[in-house]
């Protein structure tokens, strides 16, 4: 996204995520997916991860592989459920 695209862009990784959701948060997440009886997947605790980091900001998820072909003014005249 541009820097005049009017939204804020955070770039969320190991070395900074305590900056965005507490231990407790992240240990119920690990703690979680280690005992789980189901089978767990790599990609289980980010996917936690992220879903925390939704309920806790809002926003939405894009994965580096995402490529925008539009503007995502659209989503502000939405709200919220």
Request: avoid cysteine; aromatic fraction near 4%.
């Given at each position: 996204m541009?820097?005049?695209s009017g939204f804020v862009v955070n770039e969320v990784n190991l070395s900074n995520i305590a900056n965005y959701l507490?231990?407790?948060t992240?240990?119920?997440i690990h703690t979680s997916v280690d005992?789980?009886?189901?089978?767990?997947?790599?990609?289980?605790k980010p996917d936690?991860?992220?879903l925390a980091l939704?309920?806790?900001y809002g926003g939405i998820y894009l994965d580096a592989s995402y490529v925008a072909v539009e503007n995502f003014d659209w989503l502000?005249?939405?709200g919220r459920y």
């Open positions: 541009g820097k005049l507490d231990d407790k992240l240990q119920m005992t789980a009886k189901l089978e767990t997947f790599p990609q289980s936690l991860i992220r939704l309920i806790k502000i005249n939405i």
